[in-house]
Antibody
Framework: EVQLVESGGGLVQPGGSLRLSCAASGITFSTFRMHWVRQAPGKGLVWVSSINSDGDSGNHADSVKGRFTISRDNARKTLSLHMNNLRLEDTGVYYC???????????????WGQGTQVIVSS | SSELTQDPAVSVALGQTVRITCQGDSLTKNYASWYRQKPGQAPVLVLYGKNSRPSGIPDRFSGSTSGNTSSLTITGAQAEDEADYFCNSQDSSDSNVIFGGGTKLTVL
């Protein structure tokens, strides 16, 4: 079965840290770019971070740059997001998803994990 | 502009056809992908590229692009199609990944 399973979410105070993980199974992991996408309560999807297949180049949205770090372990088929100096506005569900780029140049996200909830609150 | 604009809400009568649109400058260079999200669930890919559907997505879902506007069309909408729909654009360098604000589809 194709699965991405996130973990590590929880309640944290402003300024605190969390580490999210995403475990892949049943899918090819090591040759694909991986992404984190978040969704604040009642709001839309927002791209957060991505990392290339080798794990040596990450991109981050301006809103998290300098605070979040994305990493991966291809041997363990695991994606991580280290979140520091968390703010109230970081609250939301965090999804990991695989970035696909097919031979026609089409880019899309599939599959998606079920998400892990992050609540930043004092 | 690095934004994708969607109508917040659209409704359709059961069995009728509905078009959900996504507008933005990035769509003149990149095809959109579309995601369906039901309450409490993760997004699911429904369309990508020029007009490609992943396995398991019924053929009543189709896509098109004209200029800076991408459209998702559901021909013969079913009750189970009621959900939020998000469009997405990604450039070739993955440095500009944006989602539309989402359209809530109600099937009457």
């Amino acid at each position: 079965e194709v699965q991405l399973v996130e973990s590590g979410g929880g309640l944290v105070q402003p300024g605190g840290s969390l580490r999210l993980s995403c475990a892949a199974s049943g899918i090819t992991f090591s040759t694909f770019r991986m992404h984190w996408v978040r969704q604040a309560p009642g709001k839309g999807l927002v791209w957060v971070s991505s990392i290339n297949s080798d794990g040596d180049s990450g991109n981050h949205a301006d809103s998290v740059k300098g605070r979040f770090t994305i990493s991966r372990d291809n041997a363990r088929k695991t994606l991580s997001l280290h979140m520091n100096n968390l703010r109230l506005e970081d609250t939301g569900v965090y999804y990991c998803t695989r970035g696909n780029w097919n031979t026609r140049g089409y880019k899309y996200f599939d599959p998606w994990g079920q998400g892990t909830q992050v609540i930043v609150s004092s | 502009s690095s934004e994708l604009t969607q109508d917040p809400a659209v409704s359709v009568a059961l069995g009728q056809t509905v078009r959900i649109t996504c507008q933005g400058d990035s769509l003149t260079k990149n095809y959109a992908s579309w995601y369906r999200q039901k309450p409490g669930q993760a997004p699911v890919l429904v369309l990508y590229g020029k007009n490609s559907r992943p396995s398991g997505i019924p053929d009543r879902f189709s896509g098109s692009t004209s200029g800076n506007t991408s459209s998702l069309t559901i021909t013969g909408a079913q009750a189970e199609d009621e959900a939020d729909y998000f469009c997405n654009s990604q450039d070739s360098s993955d440095s500009n990944v944006i989602f539309g604000g989402g359209t809530k589809l109600t099937v009457l």
